[in-house]
């Protein structure tokens, strides 16, 4: 089975620093790795998505995962962290091999705080 | 603009009362889907559509049900509201192609189940 790891429920950074939210899956399978987001009372927009094109995947609003297979790993960084990026983000996992119509299998999430 | 909807927002209720909480979208999308989400629990699926007529159970399917007589169309019925369905509900569709497609979000639906 598919699963997904977020190391680290919240993650706090300055202001033009560096953003690195971290996501490791499970898969039996070549998988497919999405990331999104989702702003305080709002639904999940897609960030960014692996399909297995190329390992560096550039998603909206600066950010960008790399996946890496060898650490099976899909890490989501941003060079300097806006104040409007204070959300929650979740990385989520489908491939071929699961049931539930190639359902989405998210982590529980990381909570990101941009302070002054 | 393509979007999904969901109605109500935000809803409370008692419980046994049997409520209905509706799903639109407008993208022709032959996929659709219903998460819950709880703190430190992410989203978890808890019924699925391919297309329809044709739905199935996700992870937790217990205390609901679905119907989809229409494509764009995917209501969530919970029966008999437990408080432990209180929870934050999101529909979701994308369409049938490869397992990469991006699924699209409704805004969500807050429930709180006395």
């Known amino acids: 089975a598919q699963s997904v790891t977020q190391l680290g429920s919240h993650v706090s950074v300055s202001e033009g620093a560096l953003v690195l939210l971290r996501c490791n899956y499970s898969?039996?399978?070549?998988?497919?790795l999405f990331w999104y987001v989702q702003y305080p009372n709002q639904g999940l927009q897609l960030l960014l998505k692996?399909?297995?094109?190329?390992?560096l995947v550039k998603g909206i609003n600066g950010f960008e995962a790399e996946f890496k297979k060898s650490e099976t790993s899909f890490h989501l960084t941003k060079p300097s962290a806006h104040m409007s990026d204070a959300a929650e983000y979740f990385c989520?996992?489908?491939?071929?091999?699961?049931?539930?119509?190639?359902?989405?299998?998210f982590g529980t999430g990381t909570q990101l705080k941009v302070e002054l | 603009e393509a979007q999904v909807t969901q109605n109500p927002r935000y809803l409370i209720t008692v419980t046994g009362k049997k409520l209905t909480v509706t799903c639109s979208q407008n993208?022709?999308?032959?996929?659709m889907s219903w998460y819950r989400q709880d703190p430190g629990l992410g989203l978890r699926q808890i019924y699925y559509?391919?297309?329809?007529?044709?739905?199935d159970k996700g992870d937790v399917p217990e205390g609901y049900k679905v119907s989809r007589k229409e494509k764009r169309n995917f209501p969530l019925i919970l029966e008999s509201p437990s408080p432990n369905q209180t929870s934050l509900y999101f529909c979701?569709?994308?369409?049938?192609?490869?397992?990469?497609?991006?699924?699209?979000f409704g805004p969500g639906t807050r429930l709180l189940v006395l």
């Open positions: 898969s039996s399978v070549p998988p497919y």
């Open positions: 989520a996992v489908s491939d071929l091999s699961t049931g539930g119509g190639n359902k989405l299998t």
């Open positions: 692996y399909t297995s094109a190329a390992t």
């Open positions: 993208m022709n999308h032959e996929y």
């Open positions: 559509s391919m297309n329809v007529e044709v739905t």
């Open positions: 979701a569709s994308r369409g049938q192609g490869l397992v990469g497609e991006t699924q699209y």
